[in-house]
């Protein structure tokens, strides 16, 4: 285009955009993935580092960090994309009457027609019915279940219903200190205030009742908290909540009329030794009448975490309990505005039906979801054992969830330089671990931490290999770092 | 429990959709529990859904696909080379080699934005696209929704406002309505096949300026549901208009893979810009939208579409990069391959070309053949379709039947639309979806159909349409 100055440009009318768009913080993230590309260009060319190639860790994604996807869910995409494939013997049976059953679901036989608003509805009632296997028999209703393009955009469509952005004082919703940044974006874009809550890390990131109570109390006046969103398993931090805290939440929720908003696309994740994952329907079911019928809560899961891992389909749902029928309309119209993907929806299907022990794919099936699992266990062995043998670096122990969380200890001379380089201190020290041992983590700036506290995150679901890469590169760069700055 | 009146204003405000969709699904259950009626199955012709009836996927599109899901089939031998040669350049551009991965940057994966930046810069005869000003999403209303957002206002303040056409595309009504902009119409010329008239244009942003803020102006070439396709002329001056009354272009060029009217031809918005000169070139703000939900390929399932930014501000433009925006991973690879088509010489181009073909010349001849049955009936007259999926016909009813819908509350497009569902088990639009909310009814139709299929559905509508008229109940 021309180089004219902005200001000659003919309509100014873009430069007036709404302040809560304007506001909406942009992600340290952008800085560092610029600069990511960069090197990556510069390595094509032959610039020579002390390292051949990033690993990026900065996402939840485990298939860029090198985890191989599940054959049978692939198999099953495949034969619905070009029905041609299941001709002959290249299938097995399994997955052939899967993909068969499937696109019988599919408007004219194929995945490349709108589906209906809420999903399709043998989908639906196939996650209806694994939400009710995983509660232990808690009666799920299909139609209180909508499949939607990712769990985010779901969260996003709800809080359109109760944030309020023109009333004075404008909506406030509880989040986590620390809390995955997308969500923290979304409220700011809706126009609502974030209150948080912080999380206390020396106990493994526990929630307290007390907290909840003071961040409340810190709202007073200044915005009308609707909502309280939790994360369970953590995102960044991984920690699995315990039934009692989850009760105490509950009751919380229950007192203050608050909206119960449960993220919890980590459910498959967990894999601390004293942990276990209950949903929050579960025991919100088992506390009994009369919170049971009151308690309004959203629970979110999606195909993107987990074992499959399949981000790039964009694929979740959300369950709502005790809502009023009347608001559910309302609902109802937002998610019209956009479909799940037919082929996240198949996806979907797979996450809430895998094979089972007799099918003729189970033994593969097994095979690589045990694979996975064992890495996973490993590398939360491996990055426990040698963070906390790092000095000045700590990491809580990890219950579940995708990532590492860990904790660490910059010197005044490090923070100095962040400053100068205009940058924050954690994001500081994740530049210079590019730059410098090729490997991108996530700044805890992004998440939110007690001032003065600066953490980095990392994916933990890759290959054990890659990990222990990580970690290698991490501890040299680190030990390098602490001396520079002393 | 939450109630009803705590629920955000705004959405409160998003229109009541018609919903014959739901009485198309309650018909289909009865029939499925075994109740008689007098057809098999509800045909739904009221949005372009190709697959629904029938037509075909595109089969290089779906080898590749298929191949880029569950990349062993590489090693199978009854594959085409060019498939898998396609399908090893898509895995490469993503990350990890997977389809499962996340986009590395949150408008796309940056090879296919450059591949479709080339495809849009030989479409355009030369000018030059930008993958930077590129931008995926989950199809192209979501896109329009992106930019409607960063327009409009917060509520509280003075209402945005975007200029639409009358009849518009019938998902945009709610789009606008969940953004809180007010849609202000500006009437097509019916008499003249749906053509645009300037001086409406004009009294439309008067009438805006009084009610709202408007910001924009909303385009729809090759027109849905009009069918109209749009001379040089015209273009040049609505781009003029939108220069000289600062607004930002939005213009969706979804069906530009399907002009058939004679002598007309697709030109696209950007094209007709940069031919102005700089004055307008380096001016005008604009937003073309084009999607994977094509009359050719067709993939409306795969939830895919992209824009094309033109002189946004960087400073503003920033903010469409939304980190929950992140865009799936499949229909990029087939906005690619839509790009970047099989070439004279590889092994599936023929079979691709014949399988495009034919899909253009069975949409031409649709649009032809119902067009004449249409216009044929009594209390019926539909323009002729020039491009895009859609033909829109206007109803002349009794007034028997205008009072009947009175009494149901309803208007007599809707009555009109229910009836033949009911008694043929074909859906059809009404036309107040599309914005005719006064006396001028109208019904949308979706040609694009297997013939066999659009054939019944035609002898069905034709036999219920003349016993409706001659039935004053």
Known sequence: MGASSTSERLTTALQEISSNVRNMKQMEYFVLCRRTNQIKEELRQGVRKSYREVIDVSWGDPHRAGVKPLSFVRQVLAACLYPQLMDGDKLMGDVKERAQRLLRTCAGGSVGSYSDIAGIPQIVQSVSEYIVRRDGGVPCHPKNIYITPGSQWALTNILKVLVNSEASPRTGVLIPVPCHSTTIISLTALGAVAVPYYLREERSWALEVEELQRALESAKGVCNPVALYIINPGNPAGYVQSRKCMQEVIRFAAEKKLFLLADEVYQDCVYGKESEFVSYKRVLAEIGAPLSDTVELASFHTASKGLMGECGLRAGYVELVNLDPAVMKYIHKLFSTNTCPVLGQIALDVMVNPPQPGDPSYPLYLKETQHIRASLAENVRRVEEVINSIPSFSCQSLEGGAFAFPRVFLQPKAIERAKEAGLQPDTFYCMRLLEEAGVLFSPGTEYGQKEGTYHIRFCIMTPTDTMEEILKRLSTFHKQFMKEFS | MRSVLEVNRRVRGIRDPVNLQSLAAQISQQIAQGEQKAFTKVIDLSSCDPHRTGMQPISFVRQVLSMCCYPELLKEESFPLDVKQKTQKLLEACNGGSIGSYSSSTAGLPPIRRSVAEFLTRRDGGINSNPEDIIFSSGSQK??????????????????????????????????????????????????????????????????????????????????????????????????????????????????????????????????????????????????????????????????????????????????????????????????????????GDASYEKFTQEVLLRAETLSQNAGRACKLLNALPGMSCQPAMGGVFLYPRLHLPAEIIEEAKKLQLSADVLYCQRLLEEEGICLGPGCENGHNDENFHIRLCVLAPPAVLEDVLTRLCSFHRHLLNRPD
């Not at chain 2, 906005?335 to 004279?344: D, G, S, T």
């Open chain 2, 143 to 344: 896109t329009l929704a992106m930019m409607i957002r960063l327009l409009s206002h917060e509520d509280g303040q003075t209402q945005t406002g975007v200029l639409a056409p009358l009849p518009c595309p019938h998902t945009l009504p709610m789009l606008l309505d969940e953004r809180g902009v007010k849609l202000v119409p500006y009437r097509l010329l019916e008499n003249r096949g749906w053509a645009l008239d300037l001086e409406e244009l004009h009294r439309a942003l008067m009438t805006a300026r009084r009610q709202c803020d408007p910001r924009a102006i909303y385009i729809s070439n090759p027109g849905n549901p009009t069918g109209h396709v749009q001379d040089r002329e015209t273009i040049e001056k609505i781009i003029h208009f939108a220069a000289s009354e600062r607004l930002v272009l939005l213009v969706e060029e979804v069906y530009q893979d399907s002009v058939f009217g004679q002598d007309k031809e697709f030109l696209s918005y950007k094209k007709v810009l940069f031919e102005m000169g700089v004055s307008y070139s380096e001016k005008v703000e604009m937003a073309s939208f084009h999607s994977i939900s094509t009359a050719i390929m067709g993939e409306c399932g795969l939830r895919g579409g992209y824009m094309e930014l033109i002189n946004l501000d960087p400073a503003v433009k920033k903010f469409l990069f939304h980190p929950s925006c992140s865009p799936s991973i499949l229909p990029q690879l087939a906005m690619e391959i839509m790009a970047n088509p099989p070439a004279p």
